[in-house]
């Protein structure tokens, strides 16, 4: 009877290493945040035009008055290709229409639109779409 339980633990470790490692990815990627994101772009009304521009739903203020927004920043340290949540610093810009100029900002920086109550600094996150 011992050598039987003995057996059944090791078999059912064994299993559960070989689950994790073939899905591992998938589960950690279905336990994320979902998150909405957008890449800055050059905006334009009326014959003005804002470069670098993001809507102003997805700039923040916090207690000390400091702007920053959410970025979603490509991480491997764990061995697979991920996004983590980013809060960073901004200095915000111009207004038109919406949106604001955040010049400190890549072309290819992907900023969070969803609520950050949702997830938290040094979160992995799952991109749920790419505006351009």
């Given at each position: 009877?011992?050598?039987?339980?003995?057996?059944?633990v090791?078999?059912?470790?064994?299993?559960?290493?070989?689950?994790?490692q073939f899905?591992?990815?998938a589960?950690?990627?279905?336990l994320s945040?979902?998150v909405?994101?957008?890449?800055?772009?050059?905006?334009a009304?009326?014959?003005?035009y804002i470069d670098r521009?993001?809507?102003?739903d997805?700039?923040y203020?916090?207690?000390n008055?400091?702007?920053?927004?959410?970025l979603?920043?490509?991480d491997?340290?764990?061995g697979?290709k991920?996004?983590?949540a980013?809060?960073e610093?901004?200095s915000?810009?111009?207004?038109l229409?919406?949106y604001m100029s955040v010049?400190?900002?890549?072309?290819?920086s992907?900023?969070?639109?969803?609520?950050p109550?949702?997830?938290?600094?040094?979160?992995r996150?799952?991109?749920?779409?790419d505006t351009?």
């Amino acid at each position: 009877m011992r050598r039987f339980l003995i057996s059944a633990v090791f078999i059912i470790f064994i299993c559960t290493i070989l689950i994790l490692q073939f899905f591992g990815g998938a589960i950690r990627a279905a336990l994320s945040p979902k998150v909405e994101v957008v890449r800055p772009q050059i905006y334009a009304v009326g014959g003005r035009y804002i470069d670098r521009a993001v809507p102003m739903d997805a700039v923040y203020m916090d207690e000390n008055g400091m702007a920053f927004l959410w970025l979603a920043v490509e991480d491997d340290s764990s061995g697979e290709k991920c996004y983590i949540a980013k809060k960073e610093a901004v200095s915000p810009g111009d207004t038109l229409d919406g949106y604001m100029s955040v010049r400190s900002l890549g072309v290819t920086s992907l900023v969070i639109l969803t609520d950050p109550a949702q997830f938290s600094e040094g979160q992995r996150v799952e991109i749920l779409e790419d505006t351009p």
